[in-house]
């Protein structure tokens, strides 16, 4: 795999949702870094799809992310656990034309596994960013980090796709990015 890049890559938000992240162990560094990266896309015009599931029962994404995002952020509403299964996500995805899936939410070991395989079987580069992701356990989420690096996902942090993404400090939104971990 070649290291991240702005051209190749679109973010995908799996299911952060004031339920679903009141459930994780990990709560407040998981909805951090899931904020970082979704002002960094925001900065960087990465283009960021986000699933909720079942939000009429779990609620909507949390504020953090939707603000951190920008008004062409699609949001889709989805039931099974594998976003794939609903084809409308697909769908969103293919046509950014895109090869470098970077991945994040709740849970590591459910739907965020589910949904990494699908991509992997449908030819993308898939990258999770581990600490912006949560399960309700700690040994559910390693789980899922291991299932997902054993079928071919690429296991990053926050920083790692953040500064793969910049390149150089040379890059015009270095400094804009670098404020965000600080």
């Not at 009141?22 to 699933?51: M, Q, W």
């Not at 789980?143 to 296991?155: F, P």
Request: charged share 25%.
């Amino acid at each position: 795999m070649a290291q991240l890049n702005i051209q190749d890559s679109l973010i995908l938000i799996i299911d952060i949702q004031e339920k679903l992240l009141n459930a994780v162990f990990n709560k407040n560094s998981l909805e951090k870094k899931a904020g970082i990266i979704s002002r960094a896309a925001n900065t960087l015009e990465i283009p960021v799809v986000v699933t909720e599931q079942y939000p009429k029962g779990l609620g909507s994404t949390v504020t953090t992310i939707k603000d951190a995002t920008d008004v062409n952020t699609k949001y889709f509403e989805k039931t099974a656990f594998s976003a794939l299964e609903s084809p409308e996500i697909l769908q969103a995805i293919k046509q950014y034309n895109k090869k470098q899936i970077v991945i994040f939410g709740i849970e590591t070991h459910i739907c965020v596994s589910q949904t990494t395989e699908a991509l992997i079987n449908e030819g993308y580069e898939v990258s999770i960013i581990k600490d912006a992701c949560g399960s309700r356990s700690e040994e559910e989420y390693l789980g899922g980090l291991e299932r997902m690096k054993t079928n071919g996902a690429y296991i990053l942090t926050t920083e790692i796709a953040l500064f793969e993404w910049l390149k150089s400090s040379k890059h015009p939104n270095f400094k804009e990015v670098q404020a965000l971990i600080k």
